[in-house]
Each structure stands twice: as structure tokens, then as C-alpha cells.
């Protein structure tokens, strides 16, 4: 019996003290104002690095180290076949050369023999190849050969990339010395 009379006075005593609370006014209050937040400046066009060349990475093509390649040939391209390009920014173009190989500087290679190797350029214009002779540098990858590098032939260019070649895979000729690896 006490604990019902208990229950109705707590029952009683909530119910009056929500009846007596106060409402709050009804008067919005404004934050205070905070400094105006300035927009960054947009910043000029070509101030940032091109995707697809991360950082780290050499601005400008750099020299072929000719003394460090598998295979250096003497060739002259007979045929160009496209392959699929990748479309990706700058595009990977694909190609498949065929070249009648005129010299051996390194490697493993017959004199008078066709071969194909492919070549991939990601660059923004499609790669161009030079008509007549070219001095090539191949690579073996997965049982097919692999174009790392080339350039049009000529009497000076012979003479130096012959004496790159002519030093052990990795030495160095520098000042007319050689340097071990």
C-alpha cells in the first residue's frame, strides 16, 4: 500500500513540475561574426607537372647509355605496323618493326636476317622512325624482342656508340679510361 501512494506522489510530483517549466524565449540569437573567409587564388595553367610523368621522373629525354644495352644493331626498318594505343594521358603508342639487321655491335644476331621487334612510345604525338639506317638497341623480354632505343646512323655517331659497345656490358669509358662497374 506505501509503495502505491509512493508511485502516485512521484507521479504526481513530475507531472506539476513540467507543467511549471518555463518556455524560452522565442528571440533567435545571431553568432558572432567571424572574418570572411577569402577565396585561394586559381592557380595559371601549366604551373603544375603533366600527369603521367611522376615526380622524380627526368623532364627531358636523356642521352642512350649505348654501353648498357643486350642487343646494339645496325638495321635498316622495313616495315611499321600499328598496334592497339592505350588511352591514357600522354597516349602508349604500339608498333611492330621489322628490320633487316645490316650490323651487330652486341649480341647475338645474324647479319642479312629479318626480324620483328616491338617499340612503345607514351608521348603526346605519334612516334616518328627514321627512313634509311638506324642504330637499335633491343632488349630479350618474354621470348620476343623489345625496341629500348634508336637513332638515325650516321659516321659519328657509329664510331662512338662502337666504342660504348666494344667495353664489357656495364663499364664505362670516361676520359679515355675505363671505369669498372
Not at 5 to 28: I, Y
Not at 31 to 50: F, K, M, S, T, W
Not at 85 to 103: C, D, Q, V, W
Not at 153 to 168: D, F, G, H, Q, T
Request: proline residues 12%; charged residues 20%; aromatic residues 4%.
Amino acid at each position: 500500500m506505501r509503495s502505491k501512494h509512493l508511485f502516485q506522489l512521484a507521479l504526481a510530483v513530475s507531472l506539476s513540475s513540467t507543467v511549471l517549466a518555463v518556455d524560452p524565449p522565442k528571440v533567435q540569437i545571431k553568432p558572432a561574426p567571424r572574418p570572411a573567409i577569402q577565396p585561394v587564388p586559381r592557380p595559371a595553367p601549366g604551373a603544375r607537372p603533366l600527369p603521367g610523368r611522376l615526380p622524380g621522373q627526368p623532364a627531358k629525354p636523356q642521352p642512350v647509355q649505348w654501353g648498357e644495352k643486350q642487343i646494339v644493331a645496325i638495321a635498316t626498318i622495313t616495315d611499321i605496323k600499328q598496334g592497339p594505343t592505350a588511352r591514357s594521358f600522354p597516349p602508349i603508342y604500339n608498333h611492330a618493326l621489322t628490320m633487316k639487321i645490316e650490323g651487330v655491335l652486341r649480341g647475338d644476331l645474324k647479319v642479312g636476317s629479318d626480324l620483328t621487334a616491338n617499340h612503345s612510345a607514351r608521348q603526346q604525338q605519334k612516334p616518328v622512325y627514321p627512313k634509311g639506317k638506324v642504330v637499335v638497341a633491343l632488349s630479350n623480354v618474354r621470348g620476343g624482342l623489345r625496341v629500348e632505343a634508336f637513332e638515325e646512323a650516321n659516321e659519328k655517331k657509329l664510331n662512338s656508340i662502337r666504342l660504348a659497345c666494344e667495353v664489357p656490358l656495364g663499364w664505362e669509358s670516361m676520359n679515355g679510361k675505363l671505369i669498372s662497374p
